[in-house]
């Protein structure tokens, strides 16, 4: 070995270290083991606490959905959310236009007030997470979920193996399965089942097993209040005076594919591309590249267009976006009004398990007379407004 690769070989100091005698050895902690980019995988088996809350596709056909009345909870919360907070230990943002996480409270036993304050919230910050919710087992998150509207079944996706759980969506994914290459990222940012005619408001999704901190499965939402404020005045008037068409077709097709039973007719829905959401007053861009498919009353090529521009915004303005690292027990909370949101993937060969509850919410509409978010912070705490306009020299620095 070449001397200069050497290590030095030096004796050993005859001084005390700090804390122990002379003589006497320090006490050695426990190595922390890590591996990069690694983390422990579970093993499962019969036991598996959750086993019958683990998917299945039933052989069952139901009727179309029809519009029902819809009252949102929303209203009824006060405005400073001092009944959902009055037990908390903590909460904050996790930026100013979308997340909020609290501690110290638990879901399983909020009363009617705090109910109506937790929707409101969420009408206002879009998602609210809550850590270690292992009292709310699925049958108290149905029945948070139906304070809020009726409970919403999907035609396509899996339900529970406990009977009588068909309005309860399952994720489960486990092995070497990864499906990043079936989707253009962009694709995967969607809000649920916006096709149908009453789109949901208010969803919960538990997870009840996935990897460990470290090892992937995230989820990203992104602020469609904070999509719209991210486009000119102009732009946001040509879209205010557009619909665009939903569908279900494509899940359908998918079910069909891999031999499942579509449990319901697919179906095409046109909604306005801005929406305004009835508890904050506020207009939001009602798209998602997962189910949109043209823009009704405009050329395709200026319909592509559009669409394509928006899928930019909504994938890509990181302001608009939170992204949560999930443990197990811990509970999402969103308005799909107002939020899109994205699975990451990565995780592989860890078990991911969770179930998502959602209702019912109004046919979406909007109001011309209601505002923006940006605009209504700006006047509340006198914030400069954007400068959309594109001038300026700007010497970028992060």
């Known amino acids: 070995?070449?001397?200069?690769?050497?290590?030095?070989?030096?004796?050993?100091?005859?001084?005390?270290?700090?804390?122990?005698?002379?003589?006497?050895?320090?006490?050695?902690?426990?190595?922390?083991?890590?591996?990069?980019?690694?983390?422990?995988?579970?093993?499962?088996?019969?036991?598996?606490?959750?086993?019958?809350?683990?998917?299945?596709?039933?052989?069952?056909?139901?009727?179309?959905?029809?519009?029902?009345?819809y009252h949102d909870k929303g209203f009824l919360g006060d405005p400073e959310f001092r009944n959902l907070l009055d037990g908390a230990t903590d909460v904050f943002d996790y930026n100013p236009k979308i997340g909020t996480e609290i501690h110290g409270v638990d879901l399983s036993q909020l009363t009617d007030a705090q109910k109506n304050d937790l929707a409101r919230l969420i009408s206002v910050r879009g998602v609210v997470f809550f850590r270690n919710q292992k009292n709310l087992d699925i049958d108290k998150q149905r029945e948070l979920g139906a304070y809020f509207g009726k409970l919403h079944k999907h035609a396509t996706t899996s339900v529970p193996r406990r009977e009588g759980l068909e309005d309860v969506h399952v994720i489960f994914t486990e092995g070497d399965k990864d499906m990043r290459a079936m989707f253009t990222p962009s694709f995967l940012w969607h809000s649920d089942v916006s096709y149908e005619i009453q789109p949901p408001s208010y969803t919960s999704l538990k997870v009840l097993t996935g990897p460990p901190r470290g090892g992937g499965g995230d989820t990203l939402w992104s602020s469609q209040y904070a999509a719209y404020d991210a486009l000119s005045p102009p732009m946001q008037k040509y879209l205010e005076s557009l619909t665009a068409l939903h569908s279900a077709q494509i899940q359908a097709d998918g079910s069909k594919a891999l031999g499942?039973?579509?449990?319901?007719?697919?179906?095409?829905?046109?909604?306005?591309?801005?929406?305004?959401?009835?508890?904050?007053?506020?207009?939001?861009?009602?798209?998602?590249?997962?189910?949109?498919?043209?823009?009704?009353?405009?050329?395709?090529?200026?319909s592509d267009a559009i669409l394509a521009y928006l899928n930019e915004v909504v994938a890509t303005t990181q302001e608009l976006h939170v992204r949560f690292q999930w443990n197990k027990h811990d509970v999402a909370f969103w308005d799909n009004r107002i939020c899109g949101h994205s699975a990451s993937y990565g995780f592989a060969p860890h078990r991911r398990h969770g179930v998502r509850v959602?209702?019912?919410?109004?046919?979406?509409?909007?109001?011309?007379?209601?505002t923006s978010q940006e605009d209504e912070y700006c006047a509340r705490y006198g914030l400069p407004k954007v400068n959309k306009d594109g001038s300026g020299q700007v010497n970028y620095n992060d």
């Open 1 to 69: 070995m070449a001397p200069s690769l050497e290590e030095p070989v030096t004796a050993p100091t005859t001084l005390p270290i700090v804390g122990t005698k002379v003589g006497q050895l320090p006490k050695q902690s426990t190595p922390l083991h890590y591996e990069p980019g690694r983390t422990k995988i579970e093993s499962y088996d019969s036991t598996y606490e959750f086993e019958d809350l683990r998917p299945r596709f039933p052989d069952v056909h139901w009727d179309a959905l029809t519009e029902v009345p």
């Open 358 to 370: 959602a209702c019912h919410a109004e046919r979406p509409y909007l109001d011309p007379a209601s």
């Open 260 to 302: 499942r039973t579509v449990r319901r007719e697919p179906i095409v829905t046109e909604h306005p591309l801005v929406r305004t959401h009835p508890v904050t007053g506020w207009k939001s861009l009602f798209f998602n590249p997962g189910f949109v498919t043209k823009i009704v009353g405009i050329p395709k090529t200026e």
